[in-house]
Antibody, heavy 120, light 110 residues
Framework: EVQLVESGGGLVEPGGSLRLSCIASGFIFDDYAMHWVRQVPGKGLEWVSGLSWQGYSSGYADSVKGRFSVSRDNDKNSLYLQMRSLRIEDTALYYC?????????????WGRGTMVTVSS | HTVVTQEPAFSVSPGGTVTLTCGLRSGSVSDDHYPSWYQQTPGQAPRTLIYSASVRSSGVPDRFSGSILGNKAALAITGAQTDDEAHYYCVLYMGSGNWVFGGGTKLTVL
């Protein structure tokens, strides 16, 4: 069974940093692109970032470009999201999502998310 | 700035059929956008219903179907059940690894 477990969320002040982690199991991690998608409570979904199977190609939403950085460690079956210069509007539930292929393939399985709250 | 459009809300009677759409404010949706549909019920993570416009994800009932209708992607639910009451989101691939979600449709079954 595919499982994605996010961690690292919490309360941080505006301008601060946070690193999210996602540990994957139940599939060959380094065969698939991975993504982060966020959701403000009660609002819609926003794709945040994606990373190809080997980590050579990445993409970012305009709202986080230059502040967030995605990475992966295929030896540890882990995906990361380094978030810097956090803003109040970054407050959301962050989901780790498995892609269906190497890169540019649809989003597939979702984790349960980790909550990030940016507040003073 | 790409905007993906969805109906904010829709209502369907139990046993009825409803078609939700996913469009682009500027331009047409095609297979090249790999439109996908996700269902989210309160307190739960989204689950994939349809990907690549019309491919049903594993375990999804065949009352859910996807297609390209004119210049939009469409999700049809036939024989709607009360369990289908949820938010439905579409997402489109915009190239260079970037995806854009629509605002979602809140479906009421009553």
């Amino acid at each position: 069974e595919v499982q994605l477990v996010e961690s690292g969320g919490g309360l941080v002040e505006p301008g601060g940093s946070l690193r999210l982690s996602c540990i994957a199991s139940g599939f060959i991690f380094d065969d698939y692109a991975m993504h982060w998608v966020r959701q403000v409570p009660g609002k819609g979904l926003e794709w945040v970032s994606g990373l190809s199977w080997q980590g050579y190609s990445s993409g970012y939403a305009d709202s986080v470009k230059g502040r967030f950085s995605v990475s992966r460690d295929n030896d540890k079956n882990s995906l990361y999201l380094q978030m810097r210069s956090l803003r109040i509007e970054d407050t959301a539930l962050y989901y780790c999502v498995k892609g269906r292929g190497y890169w540019g393939d649809p989003l597939d399985i979702w984790g349960r998310g980790t909550m990030v709250t940016v507040s003073s | 700035h790409t905007v993906v459009t969805q109906e904010p809300a829709f209502s369907v009677s139990p046993g009825g059929t409803v078609t939700l759409t996913c469009g682009l404010r500027s331009g047409s949706v095609s297979d090249d956008h790999y439109p996908s549909w996700y269902q989210q019920t309160p307190g739960q993570a989204p689950r994939t219903l349809i990907y690549s416009a019309s491919v049903r994800s594993s375990g999804v009932p065949d009352r859910f179907s996807g297609s390209i209708l004119g210049n939009k992607a469409a999700l049809a639910i036939t024989g709607a059940q009360t369990d289908d009451e949820a938010h439905y989101y579409c997402v489109l691939y915009m190239g260079s690894g970037n995806w854009v979600f629509g605002g979602g449709t809140k479906l009421t079954v009553l």
